[in-house]
């Protein structure tokens, strides 16, 4: 029986980034995933991630996760595709299923990055084709190339919800609406901002009532509940889709985790069911390791380094590293993880409708939670809007915590300040120089950021938006304005389209739109687009 | 239905164009590709019916988690198509119950 000093099951973030930081120490690594293709799910997620530059924040998951790829072949990490792992057995024997065969290898160590499942909903007609996990269209559209539907409608406001919506569009599909039982948006304001002024309409505080069809989705209906989540009758709306998206949540899979015997502990907060791991990713197993959602539903960055402080903590119980090394290098990566784990969307606080204010003591925006957008009255209480400046300025509609600084991290002329803390609120500085070079715009992994030039030209002031969507206006194209709920307010002409390769493939758009709607205009769409 | 142009992706990395057959009609994909999606490029999007209510599923989860999408390729029922590389000459066939034809029909 091959022996392996080190097996990681799944090659996601975690399982991953755990297989780089051991073998780079020498470990003898080897790497089973069921999937075809490695990278997990990273290679679904075409938006620029959130962070700071040590956790690669602006780069796109696709990117980072083609990067952990190149990374884990230089340091020999050996990576095996289509191979499920069926069990893990006393003394770490693994059962594997590769090419219609089942063999057996054993290990000194484990880790298991397996990651997590989507939740699914039920209701009635929920079995219809048509009906799919948001994850679902994801990999359809996003790794295959394969529209997931025409008209959809999306259940779930949370960060899946939101972003995979964002997705279905740049995929070319429509997004009739996005649905929520809960009274508040799930996820980050941003996302939805974006959603909202391209006039995607949310519901908040409605649930699906059933998916209607022959043989396939031809119509959703939804109806508002109420705050016992009790239907309110004679609300019902009903809207002709082809497909259905479900994003409520993920589950950790932990079954194999189970199968080695691991402790497990239940918690709502992590998704249900997972290991329990000590803050060295150790199970209750000695030799066996959890990293990654599979240890408690986070994203991809958090599952990236904690992949490495598992992957340290392995080559450190070989041998392959000293104590102090090993202390050295997982304090690194743990007060890194902790970084990310600040905000009003942590753990801790998700969800928390006592949270009322910023850290910085600033009044949320209660547009922005309860209809996915900030209110015209509301954004110039934040430090990201700020006045009194000649031609070019800034302005930042990042108004929640959330841990992410690329916009201070870019700006050659320090216009925009985070501060150390990366969930500070990005403040705008008044009497800095604005060079209206779109570096903010374009690097913004919430696309918050826009510029405004009052003097363009007498009577009129030009509004540059971040741009991900086909076909891209082109200068001189003509068209309308409009606001943040996506309504049109008023005319709007093209009058640059920068596309860089600094911008990384966000493109900012800039418009001239009548000087008093300076403050609202903020995404063009052409004459010839009906809305 | 594939997406033509994205303004992210620059290109899906594809095999070459294979032919297939599903229920007794040729139809083509990419080599590589998961039956499920070369189905849905072609509009194929039932992939089989359920024992007792007869009732028709697809794909749900994309991922190989889920077994909606199973059907019978090459003979071998029960296969996750989302999870089965496409080969040129491969036969996929919609599952009803395990078997390729309703019941009472003539074998």
């Known amino acids: 029986m091959k022996r392996y000093e080190l097996v990681v099951i799944g090659a996601g973030p975690s399982g991953l980034s755990a297989a780089i930081e051991a073998a780079s120490h020498g470990m003898q690594t080897i790497v089973f995933d069921e999937n075809l293709r490695p990278g997990g799910q990273l290679f679904k997620q075409i938006h620029k991630f959130f962070g700071s530059k040590e956790h690669m924040a602006r780069i796109r998951g696709i990117d980072i996760g083609s990067k952990l790829v190149d990374q884990a072949k230089e340091v020999g990490a050996e990576v095996v595709l289509g191979a499920p792992v069926m069990g893990i057995y006393p003394h770490k024997d693994i059962c594997v299923h590769k090419d219609n065969k089942v063999f057996t290898c054993k290990a000194d160590n484990i880790i298991i990055a397996t990651g997590a499942s989507e939740n699914a909903l039920a209701f009635p007609g929920w079995t219809l084709p048509g009906v799919m996990g948001a994850g679902s269209a994801q990999t359809q559209m996003n790794l295959h190339g394969i529209k997931p539907g025409s008209r959809i409608l999306m259940m779930g406001s949370g960060n899946v919800g939101l972003v995979v919506g964002m997705q279905l569009k740049q995929a070319g599909c429509e997004l009739v609406a996005l649905v929520d039982a809960s009274p508040r948006i799930g996820g980050y304001g941003v996302h939805a901002a974006k959603l909202s002024r391209t006039g995607v309409p949310f519901y908040l505080g409605h649930t699906i009532v059933r998916a209607e069809g022959k043989d396939r989705v031809e119509r959703a209906v939804i109806a508002e509940v109420d705050s016992k989540w009790q239907l309110v009758p004679g609300t019902e709306k009903t809207f002709d889709v082809d497909t259905i998206c479900i994003a409520v949540g993920l589950s950790p899979m932990y079954q194999l985790a189970m199968s080695a015997g691991c402790e497990l502990n239940d918690d709502p907060k992590k998704g249900g069911t997972y290991p329990i791991v000590d803050e060295y990713g150790a199970t209750s197993v000695d030799g066996i390791f959890a990293a990654g959602d599979v240890t408690g539903i986070e994203e991809a960055s958090s599952a990236m380094i904690g992949g490495r402080i598992v992957g340290a903590a392995a080559a450190y119980r070989a041998g392959y590293i000293t104590k102090e090394e090993h202390e050295k290098i997982h304090k690194q990566y743990t007060d890194s993880l902790m970084q990310l784990r600040q ?92 060079t209206g070079c779109g570096l903010c715009v374009s690097a913004c992994p919430g696309q918050a950021i826009f510029l405004i030039n009052e003097k363009f030209e007498q009577g009129k002031a030009a509004v540059s938006l971040p741009y991900e969507f086909l076909p891209l206006p082109q200068k001189g194209d003509k068209g309308y304005a409009l606001d943040r709920s996506g309504n049109k307010i008023c005319e709007a002409e093209v009058v640059d389209v920068k596309t860089s390769k600094a911008y990384d493939r966000t493109n900012v758009l800039t418009m001239k739109v009548p000087f008093e709607f300076k403050n609202q205009a903020r995404f063009f769409v052409g004459e010839k687009e009906g809305l | 239905m594939r997406v033509q142009e994205h303004p992210i992706i620059s290109e899906f990395k594809k095999g070459p164009l294979v032919t297939f057959e599903f229920d007794g009609k040729s139809m083509q994909g990419y080599e590589g590709e998961p039956v499920a999606m070369a189905l849905k490029a072609n509009g194929v999007i039932i992939h089989r019916y359920t024992t007792r209510n007869h009732e028709p599923r697809g794909m749900f989860c994309s991922i190989g988690r889920c077994t909606d999408c199973v059907m019978i390729v090459d003979g071998v029922p029960n296969v996750r198509t989302c999870m089965t590389a496409l080969k040129e000459g491969m036969k996929v066939q919609t599952q009803y119950d395990k078997s390729a034809l309703e019941k009472g029909e003539n074998q």
């Open chain 1, 343 to 434: 905000g009003m969307f942590a753990g801790k606080n998700k969800g928390n409708p006592n949270i009322i204010q910023t850290d910085e003591g600033i009044e949320l925006s209660q547009f922005l939670l309860k209809k996915g957008y900030i209110g015209n009255d509301e954004i110039m209480r934040f430090p990201g809007y700020e006045t009194g400046f000649e031609g070019f300025r800034p302005v930042v509609e990042c108004t929640q915590n959330i841990p992410c600084n690329p916009c201070q991290d870019v700006c050659p002329n320090k216009c925009i300040i985070v501060g150390d803390n990366i969930t500070g609120l990005p403040a705008v500085q008044k009497g800095a120089k604005c």
